[in-house]
């Protein structure tokens, strides 16, 4: 029972509409320095050079552009190495630091299904858990990862009464579904998916 909050960032669980989910993931290369760094769960976003970096909030459907995925893990040549490590995040200034071949992988479906942990309990919110079903909302708690888990500390914006929940279009993820171990918890976990209009590739505009 998650009475305390430990958020996760982003869980890839599955794909909408049962299509065939085989955990794959994509690799972008990190080639000038990141300011923060990019743990697993955290949502990247490519720059105009096409340099993989995490977010540092909530982006908005249909105005934030270059969003590729979630990070998944990063493999990487540490200075006096020769062979490639694998972890779970990237800390931030790895080329200043005299990483090499530092790639960061990314869930990039954009019907990646997301496990994540609400903020907030449900509340008041009508029908429960099941009424934020079809709902949008934000995501929050960002630049919080965890250096001994290499997590990310995201979280979906939920709010005691479903107050954060919204039909608002710009709301850059749509709940799909909830645990329904966790539904009555402080800090249920929520099924989510990216908004149309948040991910890249169902966005019209290029980085």
């Known amino acids: 029972m998650a009475s305390t909050a430990t958020p996760f960032g982003l869980r890839?669980?599955?794909?909408?509409?049962g299509q065939v989910?085989?955990?794959?993931?994509?690799?972008?290369?990190?080639?000038?320095?990141?300011?923060?760094?990019?743990?697993?769960?955290?949502?990247?976003?490519?720059?105009?050079?096409?340099?993989?970096?995490?977010?540092?909030?909530t982006p908005t459907a249909g105005t934030t552009a270059g969003i590729v995925g979630v990070?998944?893990?990063v493999r990487y040549v540490t200075p006096?190495?020769?062979?490639?490590?694998y972890a779970q995040y990237c800390p931030a200034g790895a080329i200043t630091a005299g990483y090499t071949d530092v790639f960061i992988r990314v869930t990039d479906d954009p019907d990646a299904l997301f496990q994540v942990q609400g903020s907030a309990a449900f509340g008041t919110l009508t029908n429960?858990?099941?009424?934020?079903v079809g709902k949008n909302a934000a995501l929050g708690n960002f630049s919080a990862g965890n250096t001994l888990t290499g997590n990310s500390g995201v979280n979906l914006v939920v709010g005691t009464?479903?107050?954060?929940?919204?039909?608002?279009?710009?709301?850059?993820?749509?709940?799909?579904?909830?645990?329904?171990?966790?539904?009555?918890?402080?800090?249920?976990?929520?099924?989510?998916?990216?908004?149309?209009?948040?991910h890249s590739y169902y966005f019209a505009t290029g980085v």
């Open 161 to 198: 009464n479903g107050a954060s929940l919204a039909s608002t279009s710009t709301l850059a993820m749509r709940i799909v579904d909830y645990d329904e171990n966790t539904a009555t918890d402080t800090y249920p976990d929520l099924i989510v998916k990216f908004n149309f209009g948040t």
């Open 80 to 85: 006096g190495l020769n062979q490639p490590q």
């Open 71 to 73: 990070c998944v893990g």
């Open 128 to 132: 429960g858990a099941a009424g934020a």
């Open 21 to 57: 989910f085989a955990g794959s993931f994509r690799e972008y290369k990190l080639s000038t320095n990141n300011s923060n760094a990019i743990f697993n769960g955290d949502i990247v976003q490519l720059t105009s050079a096409g340099n993989p970096q995490a977010l540092t909030a």
């Open 12 to 17: 890839a669980i599955n794909l909408i509409g």
